[in-house]
């Protein structure tokens, strides 16, 4: 019984000698992916901007360390041309726009482009130094392919193309950031009101009230297709 005793005593003070296994909480996180990293990296930049992602605040955001980042992208370089052609994704035309009228799918791919990067402002400053993704890509394809089987002539698609590109990076990051009120906009007409005589081609049109951007895009696409056409 004594023997007994002391094997007893001999198990329960090797256990105490045993370090403490912590309990596994269930984690209420989806298990971390290149997706998830992705689709949270964009909520980031929408939030704060370019400045504002680092893989510190995108591990936090993520709920997982900042080393388990690195099991799914290279860095935060990797991170920005992720999110960047994430968010320039393109669905093609619905059904009803579909057509043998290229212009159509010009304007529809086009207007989806500067929309895109509306909604995503820092997608804009991105987009001329980051690295192209499929995205991007599939749609210069799309973009070339269409103007090719409209007639544009193969000396002619590069230079259509990065003008048509030109025309809705300079739109877009003119809006984004030409964020005046209506009365920041109607002092400056009147201040022009009172300089007619030297500024009177721009006071008469009433420039600085004009605020019909999507009307004011799509009429500066139709100018540039309507050139192309007559060169194509």
């Given amino acids: 019984m004594a023997a007994k005793r002391s094997g007893a005593r001999s198990k329960r003070s090797q256990r105490a000698r045993e370090p403490l296994q912590p309990v ?3 984690s209420s996180e989806p298990p971390l ?3 998830r990293i992705v689709a949270t990296a964009v909520e980031l930049l929408d939030a704060q901007g370019l400045d504002g992602l680092t893989m510190r605040r995108l591990a936090d955001r993520l709920g997982s360390g900042v080393m388990s980042l690195y099991w799914h992208v290279d ?3 990797d991170v920005f041309d992720l999110a960047l052609d994430s968010v320039l994704e393109y669905h093609g035309p619905l059904a009803t726009i579909v057509s043998q009228d290229w212009r159509a799918e010009v304007v529809h791919m086009l207007e989806d482009w500067r929309i895109g990067m509306l909604r995503h402002p820092w997608s804009a400053s991105l987009l001329p130094r980051r690295a192209l ?3 991007v890509l599939g749609r210069l394809e799309l ?4 103007l090719s089987g409209a007639g544009v002539t193969d000396a002619n698609v590069n230079a259509a193309i990065w003008s048509l590109w030109n025309y809705v990076m300079g739109a877009t990051i003119t809006r984004a950031s030409f964020d005046f009120s209506d009365n920041d906009r109607a002092a400056a007409q009147q201040r022009l009101t009172h300089l007619g005589e030297r500024y009177p081609a721009i ?5 600085l009230l004009d605020n019909d951007w999507d009307g004011a895009f799509r009429k500066g696409l139709d100018f540039l297709l309507d050139g192309l056409s007559r060169r194509k």
């Avoid at 006071?203 to 420039?207: I, T």
Wanted: aromatic content about 0%; hydrophobic content about 10%.
């Fill in 33 to 35: 992916s290149r997706e």
């Fill in 143 to 146: 973009l070339s392919r269409t």
């Fill in 75 to 77: 860095n935060k370089d």
């Fill in 24 to 26: 596994q909480e269930p």
């Fill in 133 to 135: 993704g499929p995205n």
């Fill in 203 to 207: 006071e008469r049109s009433r420039l």
